[in-house]
């Protein structure tokens, strides 16, 4: 069972960057395709980033591109997603999410659907204040 707890969240202005992180226990991390998503109160949860558990594909969603990047760290067992250009739309609870099923083919439609994941992490709140 894949074990996955988010960092790095806070509240921060207009502009800055911040940096999530997520440490992943329980499987092998190398054949974990791994997946950022972001629900703010009242709102659907939404496909934020996502990387293949190969490292060779990113993906992100239309509203972050450009300004995030997700990135995989095998020898540590985590997945970062660095946030630049913040802005007060990007306030939500973020949540890491795994795929532990190593598919030899997958696309953005495939990590982007929550229900490819297996196992989520408890969120952190980021705060974006104008």
């Known amino acids: 069972q894949v074990q996955l707890v988010e960092s790095g969240g806070g509240l921060v202005q207009v502009g800055v960057s911040l940096r999530l992180s997520c440490a992943v226990s329980?499987?092998?991390?190398?054949?974990?395709?791994m997946g950022w998503f972001r629900q703010a109160p009242g709102k659907e949860r939404e496909f934020v980033a996502a990387?293949?558990?190969?490292?060779?594909?990113?993906y992100y969603g239309d509203s972050v591109k450009g300004r995030f990047t997700v990135s995989r760290d095998n020898a540590k067992n985590t997945v970062s997603l660095q946030m630049n250009s913040l802005k007060p739309e990007d306030t939500a609870v973020y949540y890491c999410?795994?795929?532990?099923?190593?598919?030899?083919?997958?696309?953005?439609?495939?990590?982007?659907?929550?229900?490819?994941?297996?196992?989520w992490g408890r969120g952190t709140q980021v705060t974006v204040s104008s």
């Open positions: 990387i293949s558990w190969t490292g060779i594909s990113t």
């Open positions: 999410a795994a795929d532990p099923s190593a598919p030899n083919y997958y696309s953005r439609s495939y990590y982007s659907l929550p229900q490819t994941y297996d196992a």
């Open positions: 329980g499987r092998t991390f190398s054949r974990i395709g």
